[in-house]
C-alpha cells in the first residue's frame, strides 16, 4: 500500500487500532499498539518514538530514543484481534541523523538489498524459506537451582500409542520417523494446518501447501518466493499465525529446532537466487545447469558456513539437530536433487526456477540476519571467484570413514559459531551492511545464552554420573 492507500482504508473499514511491529536482534516480534486516529501522513513520514534501552542488546538507557519508521508495503489487517487493527513491520532509525540503527535486523536486510545493486552482480535476490514446526498440547519445563526439567505431550504423538485415555486410544499415530506423510487419520494435522494457511492467504502472504512433516507432532507449510527483506517480514507473519491458530486450538507451536529426543528436528532450508536486468542469474550450462556465478556462490556458502551458522543456526538446541542420522545436513558439500548434502540444487525444468537450496539453517534464526548473511556469504563467493570443488553425488550419510574424514562439517555447538564469527567476519561489513558494533552486540547476546546453557546441569548428567 501507499501511505495515501493507508490512510483510505483506515478511514474506509472503520479501523480502530494500529499495531507497528519491529524484529529484535533474537527474532522476537515486538509490538506497540496506536490508535488509528493518531496515523496521519505525518505519522507515517516522520515514525513512532520508543525506549530502545528495552531491547535486549540495543540502546543503553542513556541513549535509548530511537524512531519506528513504518513500511506502507508491509501492511496487513491483523486477524486475530477483537478490535479492528492495522499491523505494519518497521524499520528502526535514530532519530537525531535519520539513518537506520545498525542494530536493526530489518534495517540490515534492507541495507544487504542495496549491496546488491551496488555490487553490479544482480539487482534482486529471491528467498523462498521452508519453515517446519512442532505442535503440542502440553509443555511443562522448569530450571531451578534444584530441578532442571521439561515435558511434552500431544495426543498424536507416537509415545502415546499404549496410553489409556478416557475417550479410548484411536491408535494412528505416525510412528519415530513415521510423519511424512500419511493421509488421515494417522496425520489428524490437517484442520489446523489448512486454517494456518488460509489465515495466511486472507492477510496477503503468498503460500502453496502444507504438509505432515517426518517426526511425530511435526508439520511445514509452503511459502512462495519473495524478495529479501518482504520474505523476511513474511516469516515473521508465518511465525504469528502458526503460535496463534495453534493457540485458538487449544495447542503450543514452536520452533524449537530439536524439542523431541530421538526424532527428527526442524529445519529451515532457504531457497534463494539472485536475478539482474530480469533474468535469472544462477541459470547457465555448469553443473545441474548452474552457471559459474552460482557455483561461487555456493564456494561463498561453504567456505563461510561456520559463520553463517551464528545466524543461520542461532540457539544452543540447534546443535541438537545438527548431527549424523536425523536427516540433517551436517556435512559442508553440494549436490543436485541430493538431500544429503548441505547445499542441494533442486531440479527445475524452467531456467527461471534455477535456484540454490541452503539446507542447514533452522527457523530458530532471526530472518532478517539469516537472509542478509547468507546473501553476503554468496556475494564474497562472487566477488572472489570461490571454487566450490566437486560436487557430491552420492548418499553422504553412507559414506566409509576414511572417505567421510575428507568432507568439513557445519559447526556442532553455539560456542564453535560464534568463536567462527569473531574470527571470520569481514565479508559481513562489506557496504556497511552488517557493522562491527552490530555484530558485537550480536555476540554478547548469544555469549549470555552459551553461559547459561553450559553452566546448568542436565538430568541426563545425572543418569550417566550420579553414581560415578
Known amino acids: 500500500m501507499s501511505k495515501s492507500d493507508v490512510l483510505k482504508t483506515i478511514r474506509d473499514e472503520d479501523v480502530e487500532y494500529v499495531d507497528i511491529r519491529f524484529t529484535d536482534p533474537r527474532g522476537k516480534l515486538q509490538h506497540v499498539t496506536v490508535m488509528a486516529d493518531q496515523v496521519d501522513e505525518d505519522f507515517l513520514d516522520e515514525g513512532f518514538m520508543f525506549d530502545g534501552s528495552?531491547?535486549?542488546?540495543?540502546?543503553?538507557?542513556?541513549?535509548?530514543?530511537?524512531?519506528?519508521?513504518?513500511?506502507?508495503?508491509?501492511?496487513?489487517?491483523?486477524?486475530?484481534?477483537?478490535?479492528?487493527?492495522?499491523?505494519?513491520?518497521c524499520t528502526v532509525h535514530e532519530p537525531d541523523t535519520g539513518e537506520i540503527y545498525e542494530r536493526d535486523p530489518r534495517g540490515t536486510a534492507e541495507k544487504a538489498e542495496a549491496y546488491l545493486k551496488s555490487s553490479g552482480v544482480g539487482d534482486t535476490s529471491y528467498w523462498g524459506p521452508e519453515a517446519e514446526f512442532f505442535l503440542f498440547d502440553d509443555v511443562r519445563f522448569s530450571v531451578e537451582m534444584n530441578k532442571v526439567s521439561y515435558q511434552i505431550d500431544a495426543l498424536d504423538a507416537s509415545w502415546n500409542t499404549d496410553t489409556e485415555y478416557e475417550m479410548g486410544n484411536m491408535g494412528h499415530r505416525p510412528g519415530v520417523k513415521g510423519g511424512y506423510f500419511p493421509v488421515n487419520p494417522v496425520d489428524d494435522g490437517q484442520d489446523i494446518r489448512s486454517e494456518m494457511l488460509s489465515t495466511m492467504k486472507r492477510i496477503g502472504m503468498s503460500v502453496d501447501k502444507h504438509h505432515h512433516e517426518v517426526a511425530s507432532c511435526q508439520h511445514e507449510l509452503g511459502l512462495i518466493f519473495s524478495t529479501l527483506t518482504a520474505q523476511g517480514d513474511h516469516l515473521q507473519k508465518y511465525k504469528y499465525v502458526?503460535?496463534?491458530?495453534?493457540?485458538?486450538?487449544?495447542?503450543?507451536?514452536?520452533?524449537?529446532?530439536?524439542?523431541?529426543?530421538?526424532?527428527?528436528?526442524?529445519?529451515?532450508?532457504?531457497?534463494?537466487?539472485?536475478?539482474?536486468?530480469?533474468?535469472?542469474?544462477?541459470?547457465?550450462?555448469?553443473?545441474?545447469?548452474?552457471?559459474?556465478?552460482?557455483?561461487?556462490?555456493?564456494?561463498?556458502?561453504?567456505k563461510h558456513a561456520k559463520t553463517l551458522n551464528a545466524f543461520t543456526n542461532p540457539a544452543t538446541n540447534s546443535y541438537k539437530r545438527l548431527i549424523p542420522g536425523f536427516e540433517a545436513p551436517v556435512l559442508r558439500a553440494y549436490s543436485a536433487r541430493n538431500r544429503s548434502a548441505s547445499v542441494r540444487i533442486p531440479w527445475t525444468e524452467s531456467p527461471k526456477a534455477k535456484r540454490v537450496e541452503v539446507r542447514f539453517p533452522d527457523p530458530a534464526a532471526n530472518p532478517y540476519l539469516c537472509f542478509a548473511a547468507l546473501l553476503m556469504a554468496g556475494l564474497d563467493g562472487i566477488k572472489n571467484k570461490i571454487d566450490p570443488g566437486p560436487a557430491m553425488d552420492k548418499d553422504l550419510y553412507d559414506l566409509p570413514p576414511e572417505e567421510l574424514a575428507g568432507i568439513p562439517t557445519v559447526c556442532a555447538s553455539l560456542r564453535e559459531a560464534i568463536e567462527c564469527l569473531e574470527a571470520d567476519h569481514d565479508f559481513l561489513l562489506a557496504g556497511d551492511v552488517f557493522t562491527k558494533n552490530q555484530l558485537e552486540g550480536?555476540?554478547?547476546?548469544?555469549?549470555?545464552?552459551?553461559?547459561?546453557?553450559e553452566h546448568c546441569p542436565h538430568p541426563v548428567e545425572f543418569q550417566m554420573y550420579y553414581s560415578c
Open 442 to 453: 550480536y555476540m554478547e547476546l548469544k555469549w549470555e545464552e552459551i553461559y547459561a546453557f
Open 242 to 302: 502458526i503460535h496463534n491458530v495453534a493457540q485458538a486450538y487449544g495447542k503450543s507451536a514452536t520452533f524449537m529446532p530439536k524439542p523431541v529426543a530421538g526424532d527428527n528436528g526442524t529445519g529451515m532450508h532457504v531457497n534463494q537466487s539472485i536475478w539482474k536486468d530480469g533474468k535469472p542469474l544462477f541459470a547457465g550450462d555448469k553443473y545441474a545447469d548452474l552457471s559459474q556465478e552460482a557455483l561461487w556462490y555456493i564456494g561463498g556458502i561453504l
Open 54 to 89: 528495552s531491547i535486549a542488546g540495543w540502546k543503553s538507557i542513556d541513549q535509548s530514543d530511537m524512531k519506528l519508521l513504518p513500511d506502507t508495503g508491509s501492511v496487513y489487517m491483523d486477524p486475530f484481534y477483537a478490535e479492528k487493527t492495522m499491523a505494519v513491520h
